[in-house]
């Protein structure tokens, strides 16, 4: 599961241990569906709908009720029911009612569910639930079933038909609305049958016959031990049986709420590479085995005599180790970053391979960025950087480049690092060593991995709002192909996704985020990398929750807008890309061409490629509030400044900031040239 981890989710992980330790006793497996009482308790889950986005049933704990229809796409029944759904869904939402519906057919695709939803005007999210898991604890055989869900202990209150006058959701919700027991707890339903095997007594048995040695042992091995070994990032260690069998019930905790192995992107958008998530199958074979006791079966144990251990450097011996000026961390307040520079060692340049981070204090350190700062290089911090010299963030310590690519690292100069730390209650010296690894001689790359971040800085997030979306885009100037994406939000974020927009206007997701979780920062490089034409636009959006609901929330009836803190929140997804006609022997000054669609794309919320007044943010809007201010930067008066507009307010007032010279006084030096190999991540 990643070899990094925060404070906050150590903390999450060791509470589950103890709050889960006792779960496989209590968990009696599937439910079958006439036994069922409505007194059954559900257990949490985490499910994407079929719109891509994600649900969380204990997330909605202040709700006074839960409805969860069954459904399956083209069911005629589900069209008879949907019209009473939504009716009883306009009726309660407003007063807090969470409505959802649950496809458990393991047939259906998500285009289906949505093209079935769309002609039987279904608007209540269809949550796809592909491994059966949910349907299986519910005990479902039919499609058209309601089930009121009562969060006050999470007892199923009601389950049967919507409404047939003798057996009804309606009455259990207004029970619940009343704080009134429901007096008809359950009535049948004629609806399509949904099969689930393993409700049948065979699937049962055969769940008792699965192996750990060779099945389950594996799994870890191959998902969990990255983390969960000597040395590891995780607070325990799976090196044998017994340590699992004693976990299990935390296990199959986070495996169905989809925390653990931590990987966000939805498996249905892309393809990546170093995946680390569970598939389908390895998901339903866990949870089923520890349902089934966890049995330990025949054959020796392969976590016992594995002896994993964490490496010093998981990428082997660097070929320059450079140590990061040390940091005491104070128990508690807020620490400013920190901008410690380190004279750059080099004698003789190099094109950098890959670079690797070692962390001492993860809980105190969440995240590194670096820099490589040239002699005699204007401005401050990060304003003066060229290309990245490796950093860290939690989820991603290690960052290789391609067979064939590289960053340049010239001579001279020196190494400045951003480091953001986090005091965690107690006093830790802080200290962290970077290793790189270069080129040897004769193996010069060809190509140039270039690196930019997609940022929005104005972003505003109203308070109590827990659905709040912002969008920025770059615009591609020439074409491109693109590596890979890093997602980063703070403790409001939730969602995010990265789309390209074609020249022809037609659109392709590339990377979908349910569920961003701020405790895992990962580097998602697709299997197949992404071609970019020229004037393609790649358009990041995020979701934040500043609602009471989020339990990451520090406060939501607070306006969050752009800051360093944790406190505070981001937008900002890292591209590493390279452009197509660039190579080691012929540079090029794309990326000042790509820089300049930065803040176009930051306030053009309806990415039309012009912005109205309306969509101005920050001193634009404050300028644009002035008489006339507006018509006149909108020179071609079509109600929109565009690209080439922008550019003439932009240089008219940098032009109004500068102070005049002195009579006599030289003229400005010019821009430095660019540094190959991009700009650093955050």
């Not at 949505?114 to 796809?128: E, F, N, R």
């Not at 004037?535 to 969050?560: E, L, Q």
């Not at 001193?619 to 109600?639: S, W």
Request: charged share 20%; aromatic share 8%.
């Amino acid at each position: 599961m990643s070899r990094l981890m925060s404070a906050t989710a150590i903390a999450v992980v060791l509470g589950l241990a103890a709050s889960c330790s006792e779960q496989v006793a209590l968990t009696k497996g599937p439910v079958d569906a006439p036994s069922m009482t409505a007194s059954l308790k559900v257990d949490d889950f985490r499910l994407t709908d079929a719109n891509g986005k994600s649900h969380q049933l204990y997330w909605l704990k202040d709700a006074p009720a839960i409805v969860i229809a069954t459904t399956s796409a083209g069911a005629a029944d589900v069209a008879k029911l949907a019209p009473d759904l939504e009716k009883a869904k306009a009726t309660y939402s407003a007063q807090g009612v969470e409505f959802l519906a649950l496809d458990s057919s393991a047939k259906d695709s998500r285009e289906a569910v949505q093209a079935a939803a769309k002609k039987i005007g279904l608007t209540v999210p269809v949550m796809m639930d592909d491994e059966q898991l949910v349907g299986e604890q519910l005990g479902v055989k039919k499609t058209s079933e309601v089930f009121v869900i009562n969060p006050k202990g999470w007892q199923v209150a009601y389950r049967g038909p919507i409404n047939d006058g003798k057996a009804s959701a309606i009455a259990a919700i207004d029970a619940l609305l009343a704080g009134k027991t429901v007096e008809v707890a359950s009535g049948d339903v004629k609806g399509t049958d949904i099969v689930l095997p393993s409700l049948t007594a065979k699937g049962q048995a055969g769940f008792q016959k699965i192996s750990y040695a060779k099945t389950i042992a594996p799994i870890i091995q191959d998902k969990c031990v990255a983390c969960h070994e000597k040395g590891g990032i995780a607070p325990m260690a799976f090196d044998s049986y017994e340590k699992v069998k004693g976990f299990s019930g935390m296990i199959r905790e986070t495996i169905r709420t989809d925390r653990m192995p931590p990987w966000d992107v939805d498996p249905h958008v892309g393809k990546f590479k170093d995946d680390k998530s569970l598939s389908s199958d390895q998901i339903k074979t866990m949870v089923h085995w520890i349902e089934a006791g966890a049995p330990r079966g025949d054959g020796a144990d392969p976590l016992a005599t594995a002896h994993n251990e964490a490496p010093e450097w998981p990428l082997g011996k660097p070929d320059l180790i450079v140590t990061i000026p040390a940091y005491k961390v104070p128990a508690s307040g807020v620490v400013d970053y920190q901008y410690p520079t380190v004279a750059n060692p080099l004698t003789e340049p190099k094109w950098l391979k890959a670079s690797t981070t070692e962390v001492t204090q993860r809980q105190a350190v969440h995240h590194i960025l670096s820099g490589f700062i040239a002699e005699g290089a204007k401005g401050k911090g990060m304003a003066a950087w060229g290309s990245s010299v490796g950093g860290y963030t939690v989820g991603m310590e290690s960052v290789v480049n391609p067979t064939g690519m590289a960053t340049w690292m010239p001579t001279g100069g020196q190494f400045g690092f951003q480091m953001h730390y986090t005091p965690f209650g107690k006093e830790v010296n802080s200290e962290q060593r970077v290793g790189l690894y270069f080129y040897k001689d004769g193996e010069k790359p060809k190509t140039i991995m270039r690196e930019m971040p997609l940022v929005n800085q104005f972003i505003k997030i109203p308070p109590n709002d827990p659905a709040h979306v912002e969008t920025a885009y770059f615009e591609f100037p020439k074409d491109a192909t693109l590596y890979t994406a890093v997602i980063h939000a703070h403790y409001r974020g939730t969602a995010s996704t990265l789309t390209i927009r074609y020249p022809d206007g037609k659109e392709k997701l590339i990377v979908n985020v349910p569920h961003y979780d701020f405790n895992w920062q990962r580097m998602y490089e697709f299997e197949k990398p992404i071609a970019i034409p020229a004037g393609s636009k790649v358009i990041a959006t995020y979701t934040y929750d500043n609602s009471k609901r989020n339990a990451m929330n520090p406060d939501p009836n607070k306006t969050v807008e752009w800051g360093d803190q944790s406190f505070e929140e981001m937008f900002y997804t890292s591209l590493r890309y390279r452009w197509n006609d660039e190579t080691v022997e012929h540079q090029t000054n794309y990326d000042d061409l790509l820089q300049k669609t930065r803040l176009m794309g930051m306030m053009d919320s309806n990415v039309d490629g012009k912005l109205q007044k309306d969509e101005l943010r920050g001193q634009f809007a404050q300028l644009a509030a002035a008489p006339g201010a507006f018509e006149m930067a909108d020179a071609n008066h079509d109600g929109g400044i565009d690209q080439a507009e922008l550019d003439k307010v932009l240089v008219m007032m940098q032009a109004m900031r500068k102070p005049r010279p002195a009579a006599g006084a030289p003229a400005a030096p010019a821009p430095a040239a660019p540094v190959a190999g991009g700009s650093p991540t955050k």
